[in-house]
Every structure is written in C-alpha cells, then in structure tokens.
Nanobody, 123 residues
C-alpha cells in the first residue's frame, strides 16, 4: 500500500485546512489509518486514528474538538479536517495505515507510511 498525503500549506492562526491521505490499493479499506505529526526538533506524536469502517475514532487531547478524522473507502482516502489552527500545530503531518482494522495511537502498529505534508501556522 502506498500512501500519498496532501493538503498542507501556510495558514494563519484560527484558519482551517483539510489534509487528505490517498491509498494506492483498495485493500486500504480494511486497514485502520492514523495521522501523526512531527514538528522540527520534536518527536513524532499521534494526532488521530480511525478504524476500517470509521466506527472507532480517537484523538490526541491537543487536537480534540478542533480536528476531525474521516474516511471514504470508495475513494480509498482518509481526511483530517483541521480547524482553529494554532502555531503549535505546525508540523509535518504523516498518514499511516495499519495491518489491522484498528491501529490505535502507537506508531509501531503501522506498516505503511505516507511521505508527509507540511502544515505551517503563523501567529
């Protein structure tokens, strides 16, 4: 499975962005998918996770209430809608697909990773 993340950009604090993660194979629809992010000089951190049918969703506390993860299996795509962006959201955002229907918040559960898309939020 190859993953292609897109949708990043430079925005101002309070703005919104929608990231997309498109998969190369239909079997993506059987995989749990998550978004992680990594800011310069910091460790990678979990952002949001969605199960294969979207029945289970989890968010990091730092984005809860502002970010929404969703998926369209017919399009082999997972989305991350980000609102009320803050400068501390600035990071490279990476989507990842697990081998299981639910991957959770641990990076070690994910087999496939996209190349990342950069989100920069100015104050």
């Amino acid at each position: 499975v190859q993953l292609q993340a897109s949708g990043g950009g430079l925005v101002q604090a309070g703005d919104s962005l929608r990231l997309s993660c498109a998969a190369s194979r239909r079997t993506f629809s059987n995989n749990g998918v998550s978004w992680f992010r990594q800011a310069p000089g910091k460790e990678r951190e979990f952002v949001a996770s969605i199960s294969w049918r979207g029945g289970s969703i989890a968010y990091a506390d730092s984005v809860k209430g502002r970010f929404t993860i969703s998926r369209d299996n017919a399009k082999n795509t997972v989305y991350l809608q980000m609102t009320s962006l803050k400068p501390e959201d600035t990071a490279g955002y990476y989507c990842a697909a697990a081998l299981l229907a639910w991957g959770g918040d641990e990076a070690r559960m994910y087999r496939y990773w996209g190349q990342g898309t950069l989100v920069t939020v100015s104050s």
